[in-house]
């Protein structure tokens, strides 16, 4: 089992970046694909970005593509979000979650293939 906790979240203005991260504990960080989602009030939890045990693969939705960048550390068993020209739609949740499932195009944006999550980091962007 694995204990995840985000932390880098608050309040930025649109055009700012933010830097989220994901420390885990427990069982061995570099068995994990580790992904990022966020959810915002009334919507479904959507994907952000996932990266690879060792981090040699990574992927992105369009919606973020070219702005946020997923990178791992796996000597301090961390995992990153850096966020850049954010704006108000990003605004949500940001939760950070492990599996131990194949690291795939298909699979990686998919939240049920995720065994453990975190608590969760507030983004709020405003205009």
């Known amino acids: 089992q694995v204990q995840l906790v985000e932390s880098g979240g608050g309040l930025v203005q649109a055009g700012g970046s933010l830097r989220l991260s994901c420390t885990a504990s427990?069982?061995?960080?570099?068995?994990?694909?580790m992904g990022w989602f966020r959810q915002a009030p009334g919507k479904d939890r959507d994907f952000v970005a996932a990266i690879s045990r060792s981090g040699d693969s990574t992927g992105y939705p369009d919606s973020v593509k070219g702005r946020f960048t997923i990178s791992r550390d796996n000597a301090k068993n961390t995992v990153y979000l850096q966020m850049n020209s954010l704006n108000p739609e990003d605004t949500a949740v940001y939760y950070c979650?492990?599996?131990?499932?194949?690291?795939?195009?298909?699979?990686?944006?998919?939240?049920?293939?995720?065994?453990?999550w975190g608590q969760g980091t507030q983004v709020t962007v405003s205009s």
């Open positions: 427990g069982r061995t960080f570099t068995s994990y694909n």
């Open positions: 979650a492990a599996t131990l499932r194949l690291f795939t195009i298909a699979t990686m944006g998919r939240a049920s293939d995720y065994n453990y």
